[in-house]
């Protein structure tokens, strides 16, 4: 698969420091928490959709690959749609349907589509070892906080979750060749997929945890440096008035 996976190209955002790419990340992060009206939305996700574009990352097979988050947004809409209590939409077959219900599931969905675009604009350009040094930078000053130590562990969490979608992605099409889509029980097709997924992280994980063990890992190396061109504060710029607009 190829969300929240690295992939190589010679652009700008790949040339980005790593530390301006964590507080990007993080401004976006706040803007989709502040997003309150339709423009407020808007210039985010304008805003990253260039930014994919600019990366030269593949937009129809990360938008082909985002099904499953899709249908997280329509559940969400439906549920607030029947349960949040307001204003009954007028005409509408369901009474039950609230004006603020389907408005509260919206902004839910325009929230989670920012997120999910700014994290894989960011995996998509950053290597994991940048990911783990900028992390270290930041961690670094904060006193009684072991930095090595929690980088590496973040670092190993955004190394699994590809991990996990690659091997969901390997046991469905496994159970579709037994002809497993056609269990009419969704019970029964949900437990051959997480049971074997689970035991297959599990073993992934051990596998980690030996290879760092056999090449004697140790939280004493060599610091990384960074170094900051124009273009980098150009994109962390924009980043932060997109913040700004929102807040605003």
Partial sequence: MTLFHYIHKDTVLHRMDGRL??????LFSLAAGFASDLPDYLA??????????????PFTVLLKEMR??????????????????????????FASISR????????FAGRLSIVLLVSTVI??????????????????????????RVATMI???FLLIPVLLDSFKEIRNAQNSRCGQLRKNPVKRMKYLVF??????????????????????SEVRTKATFKCKKTDWFLLAISFAVFLFVLL
């Fill in 68 to 93: 499953f988050f899709g249908v997280i947004i329509l559940i969400v809409i439906v549920v607030n749609a029947f349960t949040f209590p307001g204003d009954p939409i007028l005409k509408s077959p």
């Fill in 196 to 217: 074997p997924l689970l035991g297959q992280t599990l073993r992934r994980a051990d596998e980690i945890v030996n290879a760092m063990e056999a090449r004697c890992y």
């Fill in 123 to 148: 995996t998509g350009t950053t290597p994991l070892t940048r990911f783990r040094d900028a992390i270290e930078w930041y961690l670094r000053p904060v006193p009684f906080v072991p930095e090595a």
């Fill in 100 to 107: 603020q219900g389907v408005i509260a599931g919206l902004r």
């Fill in 44 to 57: 985010p996700l304008s805003v990253l959709i260039c930014s994919v574009l600019l990366a030269k990352l």
């Fill in 155 to 157: 670092n190993l969490t």
């Fill in 21 to 26: 790419k964590l507080a990007s990340l993080l």
